[in-house]
């Protein structure tokens, strides 16, 4: 790629197509990047999201922090988890991990 870029910079500056050439190859990079990227991240963020809003009371859920509990109340954006008799945490449903 850099005797490419050498002899694209020695050639004419009225060489025909040689700016075609440039354009192609960003635009392959960022379909390339796209594709290796953002698209499987997109996928895997709503499958998680799809997880969160399945949750029910009475799920065994595990927190991003590695907290194991049960749902014993879920409001708009929280879970209140029972970690054991008695022990209960709020925390945000984005804090909850898929396993």
Do not use: C
Not at 4 to 31: D, F, H, K, R
Not at 68 to 97: L, P, Q, Y
Request: glycine share 10%; net charge positive; proline share 2%.
């Amino acid at each position: 790629m850099l005797n490419t870029i050498l002899l694209e910079a020695a050639a004419p500056s009225g060489a025909a197509g040689a700016g075609w050439g440039n354009i192609i190859m960003i635009v392959a990079l960022i379909a390339i990047f796209y594709f290796f990227m953002i698209a499987p991240q997109r996928k895997r963020e709503k499958k998680i999201n799809e997880f969160r809003n399945s949750i029910k009371k009475g799920d065994a859920v595990v927190t991003i922090g590695g907290i194991h509990g049960h749902i014993r109340d879920i409001k708009e954006n929280t879970f209140i988890i029972e970690i054991t008799d008695g022990v209960r945490i709020t925390v945000d449903k984005n804090a909850i991990a898929m396993s």
